[in-house]
């Protein structure tokens, strides 16, 4: 059992909105358990650079609110490779590190796992913080519900305009290859179709589906598409259906990094300080190459391998079928 006296903490990959009381919940916890602490900028890349400084209570002062990451974040090659990994390890001894919490996806966490597996005397925690929602062990991720809540936001300003034109608009929004975010952005914004990577989706099926909002009166339609859609982009799939949708003037908006910014909802501050709360408390236990997720609101501990094993990862079939129903 790995018996620890200082933690750093790090913020890897994309941003997500509930990093920052997630690395307030950590120091504090650590702080309050008598633990020291250090913060590493960027990522794995300040872990090679030796880029990290001591936090105390204070220097997580007036951050719940904020989005983005205090510590910043960074996609970084060279942690892929033996030499990298070597560098960071050395660096982490040298400040007399024993334990790192990492908060990010699951490229962060491939990272994580094959770290620990190389230098085992390096107790990590991972803790999921991405938008994408897309990792097992876990029924939400940091900065999902805030990212879905500002999709909600800016579609339902596009459909004020697209219903005053009699308009068709493709929003294309974030998740990489999970239809998370467009499935429940899909469900409150009444969306007539979801483009989804998880499930296919004919185009001329689609186009059958526009018709019929048509005939029922609709005027205004809206399909929002995932980004990691099968069928293309949202500029591609509206160039195919505008052929055959001669009754709607077809517009496309691609909303883009405004999905990653903006203050964390409720739900993610509250999730954020669980799960930097836990982390800290399952490395004092002796937990380690595991993942805090939150399910059934209980928070639960799941090995780093086991949250990576995409086979096991569903987009909610109940939920898909009955946006289907509801937007006739
Ligand atoms: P998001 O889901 O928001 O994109 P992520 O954690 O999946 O977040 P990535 O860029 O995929 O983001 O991964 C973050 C970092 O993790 C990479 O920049 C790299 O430093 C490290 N990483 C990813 N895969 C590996 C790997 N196979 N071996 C070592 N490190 C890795």
Redesign the pocket.
């Known amino acids: 059992m790995h018996k620890i006296s200082r933690l750093a903490v790090l913020t890897?990959?994309?941003d997500?909105p509930g990093m920052n009381p997630c690395i307030r919940a950590v120091v504090r916890t650590a702080i309050y358990n008598k633990l020291e602490v250090t913060g590493i900028r960027r990522?794995?890349q300040g872990l090679i650079d030796d880029d990290m400084y001591d936090m105390g209570t204070r220097s997580v002062s007036n951050i719940l609110n904020l989005g983005g990451t205090i510590l910043k974040t960074a996609?970084?090659l060279p942690?892929?490779t033996d030499e990298g990994m070597e560098t960071a390890y050395q660096n982490l001894k040298k400040h007399g590190i024993d334990a790192l919490v990492v908060i990010?996806?699951?490229?962060?966490f491939?990272?994580a796992l094959?770290f620990s597996q190389k230098y085992p005397d390096i107790a990590v925690m991972g803790v999921p913080g991405?938008i994408?929602n897309d990792l097992c062990g876990t029924t939400y991720t940091l900065g999902f519900d805030t990212a879905t809540n500002t999709v909600i936001e800016a579609i339902d300003k596009i459909r004020d305009t697209a219903d005053a034109h009699d308009r068709l608009f493709f929003v294309e929004v974030m998740g990489?290859d999970s239809g998370a975010i467009a499935l429940r952005a899909g469900i409150s914004c009444g969306a007539e179709a979801i483009l989804l990577p998880e499930k296919e989706t004919a185009i001329p099926d689609l186009i059958e589906n526009l018709k019929g909002g048509q005939y029922n009166k609709k005027s205004s339609s809206i399909v929002i598409v995932a980004e990691g859609d099968k069928n293309g982009g949202a500029y591609d799939i509206a160039k195919l259906v505008q052929k055959e949708v001669k009754f709607y003037d077809v517009k496309v908006t691609i909303l883009g990094h405004l999905q990653r910014g903006g203050s964390p909802s409720a739900f993610d501050r509250i999730l954020g300080s669980r799960m930097g709360f836990a982390a800290v408390n399952a490395l004092i236990a002796g937990k380690n190459q595991m993942m805090v997720g939150l399910e059934a609101n209980h928070i639960k501990l799941t090995s780093l391998e086991k949250a990576l094993n995409q086979t096991e990862f569903r987009l909610e079939e109940d939920l898909i079928k009955m946006a289907e129903i509801l937007s006739i």
């Open positions: 890897s990959g994309g997500a990522g794995y996609r970084c942690f892929r990010g996806g699951d490229g962060t491939t990272g094959r991405t994408d990489r």
